[in-house]
């Protein structure tokens, strides 16, 4: 019997594309084994651990997950707190005893605290079996955003916009001098100085977007930065 893999390790596949023949290899989400071959089921990027293959997708909705902090956008506000949208198909609440670290008293004016159309960094701290996502505002960073402008990227893009540990993002904040933050559900919230550092960041972020599968990544957004006249550390 064969055994072979018919991808390379960071390759993108699509949806059908045979990724291995043979038992040696395991297949991960996103894949099936069909016979003796392992077919990818959606667009991602292959990832190779061993004898496991796992594929990190290219698009999709966000996924909710415990302790993601993400940034939501008030859509209703009640007699007992907020309605969140959340860039998912799920509901999300933050109750009037999570949204302030202040006692809220019963019956209080909750537009003074969050009102609609208000974006808020989140942290999702359940998600009940009816896929309804509960919030918190009580922790580190954990607030309302005020002025700076908001984009949405793909969810799966995040940890490319991100970096490791952080490298990425705090690279497009000391060239642009812009306030930055990245929420876990793909929307990111960007104030700068002037307009035009924003304009920059939102053109670097779209540029990790779109390129987030091409090898020497950082590099190509060094680059970017510097020929858009902006200095980067290293330099």
């Known amino acids: 019997m064969t055994n072979e893999l018919k991808v390379k390790d960071k390759s993108v596949v699509v949806p059908g594309e045979v990724i291995a023949e043979g038992m040696n290899y395991l297949p991960g989400p996103g894949m099936y084994r069909k016979g003796n071959e392992i ?7 292959i990832k190779i651990e061993g004898k496991v293959i796992k594929i990190i997708p290219l698009s999709g909705k966000y ?4 302790g993601d902090v993400i940034i939501g956008r008030v859509r209703d506000v009640n007699f007992s707190g907020w309605s969140i949208e959340t860039n998912s198909a799920y509901g999300a609440m933050l109750s009037m005893k999570d949204g302030s670290n202040d006692y809220i ?3 209080a004016d909750l537009t003074k605290y969050f009102n609609i159309g208000d974006y808020i960094v ?4 359940n998600v009940t079996s009816q896929n309804l996502i509960d919030l918190t505002m009580k922790g ?14 793909s969810p799966s893009k995040v940890p490319r916009i991100i970096g490791k540990q952080g490298s990425m993002v705090s690279m497009i904040k000391r060239a642009t001098n812009c306030n930055i933050i990245v929420g876990q559900n793909g929307i990111v919230w960007i104030k700068g100085v002037n307009p035009e550092d924003e304009i920059i960041t939102v053109k670097t972020i779209k540029k990790i977007e ?3 599968h091409v090898s020497g990544l950082t590099e ?3 680059t970017f930065l ?3 006249g902006r200095k980067v550390a290293g330099e």
Do not use: A
């Not at 996924?63 to 415990?66: A, T, V």
């Not at 580190?140 to 990227?153: E, N």
């Open 63 to 66: 996924l909710p997950k415990r």
């Open 220 to 222: 190509r957004i060094r």
């Open 210 to 212: 779109k390129e987030s």
């Open 39 to 45: 077919i990818s089921s959606q667009l991602g990027l």
């Open 105 to 107: 008293r019963r019956g």
């Open 226 to 228: 510097s020929k858009k």
């Open 140 to 153: 580190p960073g954990l607030k309302k955003l005020v002025g700076g402008r908001i984009i949405k990227v």
């Open 122 to 125: 989140t942290k999702i701290y």
